[in-house]
């Protein structure tokens, strides 16, 4: 009787002892988390860069073109006042 009773209380105290190893193991898991979180976060950052940069170069694309607009505008108008002169040369002419 005395042997299982010490046999016992050896058992109890490996218990104890993978009790003590299961809370490392939560302190570890505990880290990954924390890694993992950083990891998101770093994700989540780059994809809101990558997004900031996608959305500044569609600006510079509205820019580019409205550019392209504005001189092809000038060009027009320029002709325009070219064709106006021209026909004004051709009435003075006839005149």
Wanted: charged content about 25%.
């Amino acid at each position: 009787m005395m042997m299982m009773m010490m046999y016992d209380d050896d058992d109890d105290d490996s218990d104890d002892y993978d009790d003590d190893d299961d809370d490392d193991d939560d302190s570890d898991d505990d880290d990954d988390l924390m890694m993992m979180m950083m990891m998101m976060m770093m994700m989540m950052m780059i994809r809101m860069m990558m997004m900031m940069l996608i959305r500044i170069m569609m600006m510079m694309m509205m820019m580019m073109m409205m550019m392209m607009m504005m001189i092809m505008m000038m060009m027009m108008v320029i002709r325009m006042m070219m064709i106006m002169m021209m026909m004004m040369m051709m009435m003075m002419m006839m005149i």
